[in-house]
């Protein structure tokens, strides 16, 4: 797709939201937030610094990309004769190496770009990065040269893969908040060395609950749904021996899998192997309108996830929520931030350990338990994953209000 490498509109002032790709697909939770946001503020403004779309919703997108690298570069020297001590700054702190792999450097480096190249014409009076990696880059880089006040979130990917973003300290120094959606990332950004008191915790939600109508447990076949990347850390192909267990105990199973990534062809081999492709139906990447019609049509989801060979694992994952409110009775390892939401036999059932076909079954009769675990994690729900609600706190902050911990 091409890219712009234009210059962002000039007029006027606000916040900007700064991400890598708007939109993408599997981001939908973001496409939410920046709904709500955008009715909270009309003068919200969105950079895109890798593709993405021109518009979205009506809401025009800065595209930053290849044509803006090269125009970072011509851009370098005017920086370097106005703010050579912040350019040299940036440079060292580029430069340094990091553990946290290629591409997140690459990333940074992106977001750097970004900064060098826009810092003279973006007129904002607050820059938010929508991830801790190169949107956070970008407007620390540019606060770096201009002193326009800068925030950014940092959740699972940005916080742990290879021991989470090689630069979100640096970051971290400067920025007004961080913001982060679960308990389990405020600990890790306490970890990392962030002060309590720069920590803001807001929930992702849903903009409206969906109607709901709880399904009668002893219909056949059991419907089950799984949603997400089909990458290590989401652990999809620890259902394959959960679901053969169940299939030879008897169980009649419907199994559906939302979602694509680099290990589809793997699992759809694996699948093939353990004698399930008549059992688990691999659907692909959808749009949300499809993913809502298989959260009506199914009855379960099943969440496998685990920590990945670099360290990388979900937090409360979206599709995990999604499943409460629609009614399913989620059965979930207990990785991440997944107990936050999901308290065992109340809200949902969790594996400590491996994922076994023990826990499912002992639940597939027991209708008035599944009646109550359902009606726990829908109220649940309507309590914590209102987002018009969850993000009054971020408006206030993007907004300017005092940010008291």
């Not at 060395?193 to 076949?221: H, N, Q, T, Y």
Request: aromatic share 8%; with cysteine; net charge neutral.
């Amino acid at each position: 797709m091409e890219q712009s490498g234009s210059e962002p509109a000039r007029e006027g002032s606000g916040t900007v939201l700064l991400f890598t790709t708007f939109p993408v697909l599997s981001e939908t939770f973001l496409q939410r937030e920046v709904r709500v946001l955008s009715r909270k503020d009309p003068s919200l403004r969105l950079v895109s610094l890798w593709g993405g779309q021109e518009q979205w919703e009506g809401l025009p997108v800065d595209r930053f990309g290849l044509k803006g690298i090269l125009g970072a570069i011509l851009r370098l020297p005017v920086w370097l004769v106005k703010r050579p001590e912040a350019v040299f700054g940036l440079i060292r702190t580029l430069c340094r190496p990091r553990g946290s792999g290629l591409l997140n450097w690459l990333e940074n480096l992106l977001g750097a770009a970004y900064g060098i190249r826009h810092a003279g014409s973006l007129r904002a009076s607050h820059l938010h990065g929508v991830w801790a990696s190169a949107p956070a880059m970008a407007a620390y880089a540019i606060h770096q040269l201009t002193g326009i006040p800068y925030s950014f979130a940092g959740h699972a990917y940005d916080l742990f893969e290879h021991g989470g973003d090689g630069w979100l300290t640096r970051k971290a120094e400067g920025a007004q908040f961080i913001r982060t959606s679960t308990h389990a990332g405020r600990n890790r950004l306490l970890e990392k060395g962030v002060p309590g008191e720069k920590i803001l915790l807001v929930r992702r939600g849903l903009e409206a609950l969906p109607k709901i109508s709880f399904k009668r447990a002893g219909d056949r076949p059991y419907r089950m749904l799984s949603v997400g990347r089909m990458v290590e850390k989401m652990g999809y192909a620890r259902q394959i021996p959960l679901i053969r267990e169940l299939v030879d105990a008897g169980v009649e199973l419907e199994v559906e899998w939302i979602g694509d990534g680099p290990e589809r062809s793997r699992l759809e081999r694996a699948v093939d192997e353990a004698g399930l492709s008549g059992i688990i139906q691999f659907k692909g990447r959808l749009p949300y309108a499809s993913v809502e019609e298989a959260y009506r049509r199914n009855d379960y989801f099943l969440f496998t996830g685990q920590v990945d060979r670099r360290g990388d694992r979900a937090g409360l994952p979206n599709a995990v929520a999604e499943a409460m409110a629609w009614g399913l009775l989620v059965f979930a390892t207990d990785v991440g931030a997944v107990r936050e939401a999901i308290q065992d036999g109340v809200t949902g059932c969790l594996w400590e350990g491996e994922p076994d076909a023990g826990l499912i079954m002992e639940l597939l009769p027991n209708a008035d338990r599944q009646a109550d675990i359902r009606r726990a994690a829908r109220a649940w729900i309507e309590d914590n994953y209102c987002l018009e609600k969850n993000l009054d706190p971020l408006h206030e902050q993007l907004s300017g209000v005092t940010f008291s911990a």
